[in-house]
């Protein structure tokens, strides 16, 4: 059986490339279903995009990397494919776009295009030995009990990064870029919960409250939520990958009002309440019982002088906390790190030096934002390397 190209991963940046790329194509992948991490995204719906997707939303050793990719197929040609399959979505936050239905249409999409484009799927296969000859791949392929070696001209490692081991994910393309001399930046998770030692939040678990949070002086402006171990919520997904073991965090629970004017407003109006009455009708109140441990609130709120209210509103507004860790790769969305950019064409995503390898989607060390950047990424770079495959076929039969 002949096949032009291999893509390893039949995930979103997998099932991107193989729809470019043109015939003679071959997506193997370990799972019984293709896109599992797609189906089981935006609780169901799938997250597919972002209006706002642009390089300054992904984090990378080489900043300017993505910059070709994500400028030649933008979230306006995903949402022009969407549309033309006739998948209804919506908007919610920050220009954050939903399946109206199902994650699965999004899937569905994504097999058609590989369809028309005459590429095909194996599930249930794995890979075992790669070589390379200086022109062509060899690929050891176990199908149904069954080994074959398949050679290839283009080897496109698509097979993600570690988070989320439970669906299978392994780091294997980390494994492929060594093999090749291909160097790696230390992956570690990202988009996770971050823990505490001393189940200090415990008691708080299933509080949430919209605050800013603040690692290595990058902020966002989203909900926390406390957990039996630490916190979480999409503030501090966002954060945590800006955040390194041993790091502080800041955490500003009155973000958006200024809460020294409302609580001298209240001194004056509402004299007679309780301080812990008061600061209740801005934050939760079992936050502001469990707070009150560490910062005296008591007395009423007409007792409390300037410099108080001063003191309360700056350790409510710059609460400073130091995570012993993060939950890892069983519930981080992401992995950061992963193959050097400085290792690969900006353009093709195609390693400088192996002739027809490419690397594309979360095991290149390329990593968004939370709010669908992340599948963005997928799209783009898998869009990148499936045009220069097909491209390379092209101009090689001229």
Partial sequence: ?????????AGAAGMMCAAQAGPGVLVVDHAKAPGEKIRISGGGRCNFTNLHASPANFLSQNRHFCKSALKRY??????DLVDRHHIPWHEKTLGQLFCDTSAKDIIAM?????DKAGAQLWLQTEVGDINHDGSNFRVTLTKDGAARVITVRHLVVACGGKSIPNM????????????????VITPRPGLVPLTFSDDKFKPLAGVAAPARVTANDTSFDEAILFTHRGLSGPAVLQASSYWSEGDTISVNLTPRHNLLKNLQDQRANEGRKALTTVLSQHLPSRLVEHLSVDIALDGRIADQSDAKLISICDSLQNWTLTPSGSEGYRTAEVTLG??????????????????????????????????GYNFQWAWSSGWAAGQAIRQGRTHSKQ
């Fill in 74 to 79: 933008t979230q306006w040609d995903f949402i």
């Fill in 110 to 114: 994504l097999r058609a295009e590989m």
């Fill in 338 to 371: 992963g193959v050097d950019t400085d290792a690969l064409s900006s353009k093709t995503m195609a390693a400088k030096s192996v002739p027809g390898l490419y690397f594309i989607g979360e095991c290149v060390d390329v990593t968004g934002w939370l709010g």
């Fill in 168 to 183: 299978g994910a392994t780091g294997f393309g980390y494994q492929i870029a060594a093999q090749f001399g291909l160097p």
């Fill in 1 to 9: 059986m002949m096949f032009e190209t291999l893509i390893i991963g």
